[in-house]
């Protein structure tokens, strides 16, 4: 029987069947084409639509740097104020200075980068408000923070996991959100997104190997678990997705979204970066027992796998857990303050929206160990070529044979 050699993380090389490489890369460019045109199709052609906007969120802000601030008496005669004085330092009215009236308790001083917008009156008078801070420098060096730390424990396979990342934002800022405002299903735009984020981050990351097609393939799958029960307990717990305060405002605004479709477009994405971790994890530790035991035999191999995903996802979904119980952190506090029973809590749809998220995402990452596990094990089941165990010079292996073993090629 003929076989081909795929690679797991620079390790030692494992056979693959030939029989599965005979069909596992035509599905995986098949499914990939298809991803292509549903993109093609669903391709947003503009949001032309003019919508009041009450939060100015198109507001364009002056930058401004604070010179001074000081507690003083509200000009409406009651309480206490904070007076802020400041100097623009872009736009029509750089170098220019002026001052506005906040809250006493705010948090703006002497010395702060902040936003600004600008309204000039009929008399032709500017009147300010304070916008936002300035937080650009800040958030440019922890990128850049971010991106060192990850080449430097990565080195190629971080350049390749740093460029499906930006390749992950353009779609969904490109593609997925203007799509969904052209009004087009939620659901079947995240899907299609989550797909196409899917194929780019795991080839870049992980290098065009049976390793990567496996786990992409994997997650897919357990993608489409969670579609259908995301789709099941977002109808049967009645969720309308306007507990989301965005959403409300979106639904206010006439933009015509459909607040369930966000929801469920919510969980699909958000589930998807979790899954290939658990995917690639399975595949990379079946890859990884089978080269330092190629006589395992398939059940055995795919049942130590399977050990090593349970300790994942067990740590993973507590990790999944307390990041929604962090974020909805004031919401619970709200309830507790108000001593409302821990049934009645749990039952508000502000609350069981995340836990059909949480609860969801987390059985289809459950489902994504098996899956990805016995995908993995029955490709690379059949036992080594002895010309490659003798160390046979004149059988290609698939690599250069000459390759430094610390090379983090996939």
């Given amino acids: 029987m003929s076989h081909e050699h795929g690679h797991a993380s620079g390790d030692d090389d494992v056979v693959v069947d030939q029989r ?8 995986v460019i098949g499914l990939g084409v298809v991803v292509v045109i549903a993109m093609a199709v669903l391709w947003p052609l503009g949001h032309d639509e003019t919508v009041d906007d009450p939060l100015l969120l198109d507001a364009d802000p002056v930058a401004a740097d604070v010179v001074d601030d000081r507690l003083i008496t509200c000009s409406s005669g009651v309480g206490d104020c904070r007076w802020i004085e400041f100097e623009m330092t872009d736009g029509p009215y750089e170098g220019e200075s002026a001052s506005i009236e906040l809250p006493a308790d705010s948090r703006v001083r002497e010395g702060d980068a902040i936003l600004l917008t600008v309204f000039e009156t009929e008399a032709g008078r500017l009147v300010f408000d304070f916008y936002d801070f300035q937080r650009s420098t800040a958030l440019w060096v922890l990128v850049a923070l971010f991106a060192v730390a990850v080449i430097a424990l990565g080195r190629w396979r971080g350049v390749g996991a740093l460029a499906g990342l930006a390749v992950s934002l353009f779609v969904i800022v490109v593609f997925a959100l203007p799509a969904i405002l052209d009004g087009t299903d939620a659901v079947l735009i995240a899907v299609v997104a989550a797909a196409a984020i899917a194929y780019v981050a795991l080839f870049l990351a992980h290098g065009f190997h049976p390793s990567t097609a496996i786990a992409l393939l994997a997650t897919l799958a357990s993608l489409l678990i969670t579609v259908v029960l995301a789709q099941l307990f977002v109808g049967f717990t009645n969720l309308t997705g306007l507990s989301d305060d965005n959403s409300l405002l979106l639904f206010g605004l006439g933009e015509g979204v459909d607040a369930r479709g966000i929801l469920l477009a919510g969980i699909v994405i958000g589930s998807l970066g979790v899954l290939d971790d658990v995917t690639v994890t399975q595949v990379s530790a079946v890859w990884q027992l089978k ?15 399977m050990r090593i995903g349970r300790d994942h996802i067990s740590s993973t ?11 909805a952190l004031p919401l619970l506090l709200l309830f507790t303050s108000a001593q409302q029973s821990v049934g009645s809590v749990l039952t508000r749809e502000l609350v069981a929206v995340e836990i059909v998220r949480t609860l969801v995402g987390s059985i289809g990452l459950v489902a994504s160990v098996p899956i990805a596990t016995w995908l993995a094990a029955l490709a690379v089941s059949s036992t080594a070529d ?25």
């Fill in 317 to 327: 979904v507590n990790t999944l857990f307390l990041a929604y119980a962090g974020t």
């Fill in 20 to 27: 599965w490489l005979a069909w596992l890369w035509p599905v």
């Fill in 386 to 410: 002895p010309a490659l165990v003798e160390g046979d010079p004149t059988v290609d292996v698939g690599g250069d044979p000459t390759a430094d073993p610390a090379d983090d090629r996939v």
């Fill in 291 to 305: 080269s330092v035991q190629r006589e395992l035999p398939t059940r055995e191999l795919a049942g130590r796998a």
